[in-house]
């Protein structure tokens, strides 16, 4: 991707928290800033989608939940694209809450995609190769 400078007047306090979020994830000031503004994009283009930190970085997921967007994108799969049986699925959640993860996926298919195409890579013993402790005693 390319980039374009800019320059941009940022509130003292913003700046610090910049610099300690950096400093904390041993990245430099400006990317640190760039992921802050391409999520804050993310989250007005797409209300109702955080972003949580996980073991394999930032991920969207449902505000208020700890479900991730490709979770519900390969349940809809699943479920032939048919919202209802979705709603049935995930009937905890609001059909707002589902139509966030959807709208989501509209806008950035290819990330969600990706994720999906990592998970439905894995094989049992792949699993169990990561993760030795989940192998019985």
């Known amino acids: 991707m390319s980039t374009i400078q800019k320059s941009l007047r940022i509130p003292e306090e913003t700046i610090k928290e ?10 430099d000031f400006t990317t640190v800033a ?10 007005h283009r797409c209300p109702g989608i955080v972003f949580t930190e996980g ?6 997921r449902i505000a208020g ?7 519900v994108v ?9 919202f209802e ?5 995930y009937h905890w959640l609001t059909v707002q809450q589902l139509k ?19 998970n439905e890579a894995l094989t049992p013993e792949e ?9 019985a005693g």
């Not at 049986?85 to 699925?89: E, F, G, P, W």
């Not at 966030?100 to 990592?118: C, K, P, W």
């Open 18 to 27: 910049i610099e300690y979020l950096a400093r904390a994830s041993k990245k």
């Open 74 to 82: 390969a349940t809809y799969r699943s479920v032939g694209e048919d």
């Open 127 to 135: 699993i169990r190769k990561r993760y030795p402790f989940l192998a």
């Open 65 to 71: 939940t700890g479900i991730e967007v490709w979770e």
């Open 85 to 89: 049986r979705l709603s049935k699925s």
């Open 55 to 60: 073991v394999s970085g930032k991920r969207a």
């Open 100 to 118: 966030s993860a959807l709208g989501y996926y509209r806008v950035y298919t290819a990330e969600i995609d990706a994720i999906i195409a990592d």
């Open 34 to 43: 760039n992921e802050l503004i391409e999520e804050a994009i993310r989250v």
